[in-house]
């Protein structure tokens, strides 16, 4: 068995804690025959529904995939969706041990309509706002008893209300209590809350945002000028920045790492920030250097812009691509 092989076969001992913000992506198919005569619109006669999960929860569909164990910490709404989300985790088998049912919020649902492979519209259903202190205390409550069982926290962010300042610093005090990394994939709102945390991994867009500077993503020595400063601000012990097409740069334990992109037929790149996330938790919860952490994720990134829609890289098709490498 060669490296590659024994660090993908470690994956399956492990369980990932995965906070964050958890929704139902839900899928309309249809054809356009016709205009509406009400208004200059197509009228799309529907020929299938569908239901996946979608956000921290896709995440913990890749952990799944990799053949590690995830558990979900969220929040989602005393409704209808709530319950299809809810089934979706039971037949994904993955752990709702971790999810508390709010009366104060409606569980998210991106509605997308698709109509002859023509992406029309999307209708979202969600709240942003921030959890309230009763959400506060049932999520940490539940934090606190899962938290010691894994090996890794992800803090899955889509600024949607269930990742807190307090949540996440009392998070991160906990895992560090107990030396258990913590790996963020961050959002806008929350940036600069990460405080502490062992690997953040944002895009560029994200950093630009955060940190209110411009970066050329081919500019080498302004990509590491940006991480580094990122690394001060946070304390955190590494970033790793996600730059496309120019792949990825990873500064942490003292080693500083740019893995180009490989050259791929783009056909998607949805959930592609989901998968490189749950690769990175995992090699981090291996302590694996961060040259292997980079270039694995990486590749596991690039893997799913290859697929249409949101679909989860398993472990046999990273170690096929890692081995051809």
Partial sequence: MNSTEKIIQSFSNLNVLIVGD????SYIWGVVERISPEAPVPIINVRKKDFRLGGAANVALNIRALGANPILCSLIGEDEDGKKLIQQLDEKNISKEGIVISKFRPTTVKTRIIASHQHVVRVDEESDKVANNEEEEKLLTKIEKLLPLCQVVIFEDYDKGVLTSSIIEKSIA????????????????NFL?????TLFKPNLKELREGLKIEVDASNQKQVEIAVDKLKQKLNVAGVMLTLSEHGVYIDYQNEKVKIPAHAREI???????DTVVSIAALCIAL????????????LGGGLVCQHVGVVPIDREELLTEAQSQ
């Fill in 22 to 25: 958890v929704m139902l992506d």
């Fill in 174 to 189: 906990l895992a560090k209590k107990k030396n258990i990394p913590t790996v963020v994939d961050p959002k806008k709102r």
């Fill in 193 to 197: 809350s990460y405080v502490g945390a």
């Fill in 267 to 273: 056909a998607d790149v949805s959930g592609a920030g």
């Fill in 287 to 298: 302590s694996l250097p961060p040259h292997i952490v980079a270039s694995l994720s990486n």
